[in-house]
């Protein structure tokens, strides 16, 4: 199975790193002759847009300046239990005003695998875990890459750290092959102080 999931990377990766020039390119082709070809369009993150809400397992006090969020990993059996709260690829994005002090809460519910969480600037390749480094100081679980010292299945970790850049980033798995295959979420921290949750 795992060998299945890579040859679509293989490919890309392949055909990312062919040879020629642009001029062999079907991009080329499709320009009218001597104009050069368009650029290809970028493609960004698609961020839910749905109705912001407040789950139950999110907090906010406005007063202090706090957001506490529970993540739960593994809270059903989809995807393996490589979920969080139930959502992956990006169902949910976890929203917190600018300068807010934030805690999550990392609830491992998987009977059979450790997990981790980050906070992290990828937005977009999720077939090879982003390196370890979280935006925020303190916005990483400890070991996150590990299978055996991460949080282990019925255990619990809490991260506490200053959301102070405003910008769109995600809350990723970093055992590795779990966010290849869709756990993380996104995680976005607004500089219009709105606080909750969207889906899709």
Known sequence: MQAFKLVPVAAFLLAACGGGDAADSGAADSA??????????????????????????????????????????????????????GAIRGQLAITVPEGYTVTIDLVNQDPNMAHSVGVSSELSNFAIPPAPNPVFD????????????????????????????????????????????????????SAADEAGVRGL
Not at 141 to 149: A, H, Y
Not at 168 to 181: D, E, F, K, Q, T
Not at 183 to 188: E, P, S
């Open 32 to 85: 009218p002759a001597g104009q050069p070809a368009a650029p290809a369009a970028a493609v960004g993150p698609t961020l839910p847009s749905g109705a912001l809400t407040v789950p139950d397992w999110y907090s906010v006090d406005h007063d202090a300046g706090t957001v506490n969020v529970t993540l739960t990993a593994g809270s059903t059996p989809d995807n393996n239990y490589w979920n969080y709260n």
């Open 138 to 189: 303190g916005a990483m679980t400890q070991n996150p890459q590990s299978m055996v010292d991460a949080t282990m299945p019925g255990e619990s970790e809490s991260i506490t750290f200053v959301a102070d850049a405003a910008g769109n980033y995600s809350l990723v798995c970093y055992i590795p092959g779990h966010s290849a295959v869709g756990m993380w979420l996104y995680f976005v921290v």
